[in-house]
């Protein structure tokens, strides 16, 4: 029965120890998706036809946009990973948009920036100073941010020492108020990958504008300055680049730009329109220097000692830039970066390879230093990129769900192969080595192919369990048919294999369709789950037919002349034509009901964020919550947020008695709330959120004061687990970032220690906080336990309007797709539409029930049953199960076909009774797995919760179409066109019997 069988056993032997190795040799064989190992994940997109018009990028770049992507990327690869050792991914997504993937032990945990107002900001001010003086500004992000004063929100797009500018008064709904000085201005959101992503990094090299620059154009450097200033005037929060885009005479002259003029901490800002500056743009291109003509960039120190930062040019600029300060000696040149002129110093002599950037007489503080040479060694970029959506997962909540995914496809695997074994005995032990080296196979392809793992790519693992087991049922239960018609056993299972290969290769490949147009439409897991379902179906298959095949081979050669095999169902005589009639009113009545309350549900109901845009934002308690005072709290946000946002209890967090210590909040914008330049927590509604539930939210995860004086630190830490005080004491006292610490253990609080100690003398908040993390963030205590700290909101999702329309095309046409590529399969290798079309009926009406069955879970609360993009992953999965067992039926119909003398209703009949046993036996196995999923994953508010619920259901549903929809479809269809046919031909008959009567 099987060919050279050495050869196969050999190659089987290879592939397995291939696979085997690929797991077991590398440290991490597996790319976890951010779902399972925590991080964030963002989604920026840029705006190539704006960029055009702002004189941004030139006609030849806009229509090379594929390369100015690429260099994108690259620039933003060199800063966020520039050693490669962080596991970040950094792609194309798209022709105009980017995903950044960074793993949880990059996020920056919380702190809050604190510093006093200099002076009174009025409601009509667009820039603020810091009182610099009693606390240290540095703390406040040089690329900008949101603040909070009082009650008003502020966001402001950069800092200038001290200075705060171009302020977005009121952002996110809050009233603007007068500020009187001294007034607590606090840091409430801010991004620092963001920041490096988003920070253009330009620099520029121009000289100071003369009188005689003006001249050329006509014109002098007052009435210039009056142009731009009225320009300002009327154009409010609106940069002077827009301005210097202008052509004249609505613009500057042709090699004139004008930039503000860097503002140091402690000094007075002025006004934009007051602190402007001409600089020459110059004839001679080789004069025009940029960050693409440095070649080093480094930490320095002035004539003063102060920080400073030194700039190498490199060899192919080192004449020019000579050459330009030569002909500018004892003139003044302008560094400008990102559109502001950081330094203007007068040259003294000629400049060749090396200068220094110098931050004037109170010079830049160390992190300006740092975030400067960080930016400028990468290079610059052309256009800024926008955050389109962003998803953050906790670690802790990684861990939660690779613990809860395991856990659900180990017993499942386990339940199934029990069961199999228990079933076909001898053959389902053959089932079950076959499935464990499908499985290996699959982990091992995946580990090689370093394939990113997600959530619902455990669920895929899971499935495949299932359309493994399928194989196996088909291939036995043929076996078991040849068997009763007297063949031996040798030509039983012969026949067996042949004819249930093909029927195991045609639901395979409908299903491995469903697949591919799943990874090319979906995004993010949904991907992990479409590789992880594609692989496995070609392992399964492949254990099927090939090692399965040599297993029950080699029984027969050692003298197995029979399988004994448990019997669910015997020989039926079932009429399902005739059961069909009668089901078809209830099928039809249930489905109609599930519409018609899927479109009573209102949309915001019904739909997530995927297709509505918003955010969703998991939060932890100090203290168990009940659910109605935390929806009070948030209702009282002064906002569209507050009005409609939804609280919803992560169920396995508590109870309603106790009160639930894990929530989810969501708002809806519908596409209309999502500000564009919003950024981070502010997009999210962190902030928002953070302050209204400050009473009972959890602190920390480093809850962190710092006397300014005395360098004496105090806090509480929040851990996931609970650790020894010595060992976190030996962890913070690391490299000398606090001396003499005290930890002490917060009684009742699980995993939460106070501590105090010494900090060094030149810390400030922000930098010692930073040491903190990095003293805990990823190391183990003396016991192997990794530090995991807790996070008080560990999860977010934030869509934003532009990504809303992509998400809903792209899962319209990967349903279309699916149909349409499905009838053209079986139309191919059934050679009738009709097969395909009743297919489809069988399919629609499967999708349709479910999504009457989530209706109800909505409506009622049972289960988190909103349509989003896994949701839709489980319709597609759906379709393809579906199309599995109709494929099978269909496939035995067109088997009997040829050899039945009765009707087509007693062909179908025959085929369905013939295949009952297989399709229940497969239900069987799938329902295990699906079921055990669900039962690991209800109340947990993960994404499997709901996918695994419409998966099962979706197996119910699919076992019932394929014998009462798809194959009575199929019935109706043909026997139409046969009345379609006769009737055509007794048309055609009926003028010859007209012309011989004649």
């Known amino acids: 029965m099987v060919e050279n069988l050495g050869r196969k056993v050999f190659w089987i032997a290879a592939a397995l120890t291939a696979a085997v190795l690929c797991i077991v040799l590398p440290e991490s064989p597996f790319r976890l998706g951010l779902d ?38 690259a620039v933003i690869r060199e800063r966020v990973d520039p050693t490669g050792t962080k596991e970040t991914v950094i792609r194309p997504e798209g022709a105009d948009s980017f995903v950044v993937e960074v793993p949880a032990q990059m996020m920056r945990t919380t702190i809050e920036a604190k510093a006093p107002l200099l002076d009174r900001l009025a409601p009509v001010d667009g820039a603020l100073s810091l009182d610099a003086s009693d606390q240290d500004a540095s703390g406040f992000p040089l690329t900008g941010g949101v603040i909070a004063i009082g009650s008003e929100r502020i966001k402001y797009e950069s800092r200038d020492g001290g200075q705060l500018l171009d302020l977005e008064r009121g952002f996110a709904g809050s009233n603007v108020a007068d500020h009187p000085p001294g007034t607590t201005v606090t840091l409430k959101s801010h991004d620092s990958i963001i920041s490096l992503i988003q920070n253009p990094g330009s620099l520029e090299i121009f000289a100071r504008a003369q009188t005689e620059d003006f001249q050329g154009s006509g014109t002098d450097e ?87 930062v030194g700039v190498d040019m490199n060899a192919r600029a080192t004449i020019r830039f000579g050459d330009f300060t030569r002909e500018y000696v004892r003139e003044l040149m302008a560094i400008v970066i990102n559109d502001e002129i950081i330094s203007l110093a007068t040259i003294e002599q000629p400049l060749f390879q090396s200068f220094r950037i110098s931050g004037g007489s109170k010079g830049f503080s160390q992190v300006e230093v740092e975030e400067m040479v960080k930016v400028l060694k990468t290079g610059s970029l052309r256009v800024k990129p926008e955050l389109e ?58 580990a090689f192919l370093q394939a990113t793992l997600t959530l619902p790519g455990v669920a895929g693992i899971i499935l495949t369990v299932g359309m493994a087991v399928d194989a196996n049922i088909l291939i036995y239960e043929r076996i078991r048919e040849e068997s009763r018609k007297g063949r031996k056993l040798v030509q039983a299972a012969k026949n067996g294999f042949e004819r249930a290969t093909v029927t195991i290769i045609d639901a395979n490949v409908t299903t491995f369709i469903t697949a591919v147009i799943l990874y090319y439409q979906g995004t993010g897991p949904i991907r992990g789950f479409a590789t992880t379902l594609m692989i496995g179906i070609l392992t399964s298959v492949f254990s099927a037919l090939v090692v399965t095949r040599i297993l029950v081979h080699l029984s027969m050669e050692k003298g197995a002349e029979s399988f004994s095999m448990g019997q669910l169902v015997k020989e039926t005589r079932i009429d399902f034509m005739s059961a069909a009639k009668k089901l078809l009113p209830i ?101 928002e959120i953070a302050d209204a539930l400050a009473d009972v939210l959890q602190k920390g995860p480093i809850d962190l004061a710092l006397d300014a004086v005395t360098k004496d630190a105090t806090g509480r830490l929040y851990f996931e687990n609970e650790h020894a005080a010595a060992d976190i004491s030996a962890a913070l006292a690391a490299e000398g970032t606090l001396t003499g610490v005290s930890i002490t253990a917060v009684g009742g ?24 993390g990095k003293r805990l963030n990823g190391q183990v205590d003396a016991a192997g336990e990794e530090y995991r700290l807790a996070l008080a909101m560990p999860g977010t999702t934030l869509v934003g309007a532009q990504v809303v329309g992509e998400l809903r095309d792209k899962a319209i046409i990967a349903v279309l797709l699916s149909l349409f590529a499905v009838v053209m399969y079986i139309r191919v290798r ?7 079309i009743a297919a489809v009926l069988a399919i629609v009406h499967d999708v349709l029930f479910v999504l009457g069955v989530l209706s109800v879970t909505n409506v009622t609360g049972l289960l988190d049953s909103e349509i989003s993009l896994p ?70 508010g993960s994404v499997l919760e709901g996918f695994s619920f419409a998966m099962l259901m979706g197996v119910l549903v699919g076992t019932y179409s394929s014998m009462f929809v798809a194959a009575p479809a199929l019935l109706w269809l043909e026997n139409r066109s046969r009345a379609r046919r006769e009737a055509e031909s007794t048309r055609e008959k009926s003028p010859q019997t007209e012309t011989a009567g004649a």
């Open 749 to 772: 609080h699980p995993g939460a220690y106070d501590f105090s100690g010494a900090a060094k003398p030149n810390s400030t908040l922000l930098t010692l906080e930073q040491e903190i």
């Open 222 to 308: 007052t009435s210039e300055l009056q142009k731009a200033q009225e320009w300002l005037d009327e154009h409010p929060g609106i940069a002077i680049t827009g301005f210097n885009a202008l052509d004249p005479p609505l613009g500057p002259p042709v090699n004139i730009r004008w930039f503000p003029h860097h503002v140091m901490a402690g000094d007075a800002a002025p006004e934009a329109r007051d602190n402007l500056v001409p600089v020459v743009v110059q004839a001679r291109t080789e004069w025009a220097f940029s960050s693409a003509d440095v070649d080093f960039v480094r930490p320095s120190s002035d004539e003063f000692g102060l920080p400073a």
């Open 36 to 73: 399972l190992q925590g991080g964030t994940r963002y989604l920026l997109s840029i705006d190539f036809d704006r960029a055009l018009a702002e004189k941004k990028i030139t006609q030849a770049e806009y229509d090379n946009r594929q390369q100015l992507m690429q260099d994108t990327v």
């Open 830 to 836: 059934f050679a009738e539409y009709s097969y395909g």
């Open 587 to 687: 099928s039809v009545l249930l489905i109609v009901g599930g519409m018609a309350l899927f479109v009573s549900i209102p949309e915001r109901d019904r739909m997530s964020i995927d297709f509505l845009g918003g955010f969703t934002v998991t939060v932890r308690t100090e203290e168990p919550q009940g659910t109605d005072h935390i929806r009070s709290l948030i209702s009282a946000i002064p906002n569209v947020v507050g009005e409609s946002a939804e609280v919803k209890p992560i169920l396995d967090s508590g109870d309603d008695e106790a009160g639930f210590r894990q929530f989810r909040i969501v708002y809806k914008s519908e596409g209309d709330v999502v500000q564009s330049g919003q950024t981070g927590g502010e997009k999210t509604g962190q902030a």
């Open 871 to 940: 949701m839709i992953a489980a319709f597609l999965t759906i379709i393809g199960y579906s199309l599995n067992d109709t494929i099978v039926v269909f496939d035995r119909i067109r088997e009997n076909l040829p050899r039945t003398k009765g009707t087509l209703a007693e062909a179908l009949n025959l085929s369905i009774n013939q295949t009952l046993s297989r399709t229940l036996l497969t239900s069987i196995t799938t329902l295990l797995a699906v079921t055990v999923l669900f039962g690991f994953n209800v109340g947990s």
């Open 389 to 446: 959506q962003e998803e953050r997962v906790g670690a802790t909540l990684g861990d939660r769900y690779v613990e809860l995914g395991a856990l659900s496809a180990v017993l499942g695997l386990a339940l199934v192969l029990v069961f199999m074994m228990i079933y076909y005995r001898k053959l389902g032990v053959f089932a079950a080595l076959s499935l464990l080296c499908s499985m290996t196979l699959l982990m091992g392809s995946m």
